[in-house]
């Protein structure tokens, strides 16, 4: 009797867990026919997306970092207390032909570069923002130079390799 009453309990146990199962398999199929519904539905066409997302996969080349030496020596504003600035310049792109401009046009790309770093101030630039507002400045520098004279094609990021001001 003992025996009966044990097997009658695990397969009562057994048939609870197998509802729980079909529950929770039938949950994950309701919720996942639902979220794939809705994406067929209101995802559109992404092949244009797509497209696009490959051919910039593809026209991305190797890096290249463009030294701009010698390290750029200017007089800050003459308001501020500390003297000069002195910055060492590297110019990241991925394309050759960017890469082959920049060398290029690196004289008229120093010159721009020493006019926009003798116009800041110290007080600016003791800031971690005053910094980046700066490398953002130079980017933009460096970018109009080639759009003007170059191809146009995208100068990645300006970096400080160096930074001393006294």
């Given at each position: 009797?003992?025996?009966e009453?044990?097997q ?101 790309i ?37 759009n ?17 001001m006294?």
């Amino acid at each position: 009797m003992a025996e009966e009453e044990q097997q009658a309990e695990a397969e009562a146990t057994g048939g609870g867990k197998k509802k729980l199962i079909f529950i929770i398999v039938g949950v994950i199929l309701l919720v996942g026919g639902s979220v794939g519904g809705t994406l067929l539905i209101v995802g559109g066409d992404d092949t244009a997306e797509t497209e696009v997302m490959e051919e910039v996969e593809v026209s991305r080349g190797d890096a290249s970092y463009i030294d701009l030496k010698p390290a750029f020596t200017v007089n800050l504003a003459p308001e501020d207390p500390v003297g000069f600035l002195q910055i060492s310049m590297q110019v990241l792109t991925f394309d050759d032909d960017v890469a082959e401009e920049l060398e290029k046009h690196k004289p008229l790309i120093r010159n721009n570069l020493v006019v926009l770093l003798g116009q800041q101030s110290s007080a600016e630039l003791r800031v971690p923002e005053g910094k980046e507002r700066l490398q953002k400045s130079a980017l933009d520098t460096v970018q109009t130079v080639i759009n003007k004279h170059g191809s146009g094609g995208e100068v990645d990021n300006v970096f400080f390799t160096s930074f001393v001001m006294q």
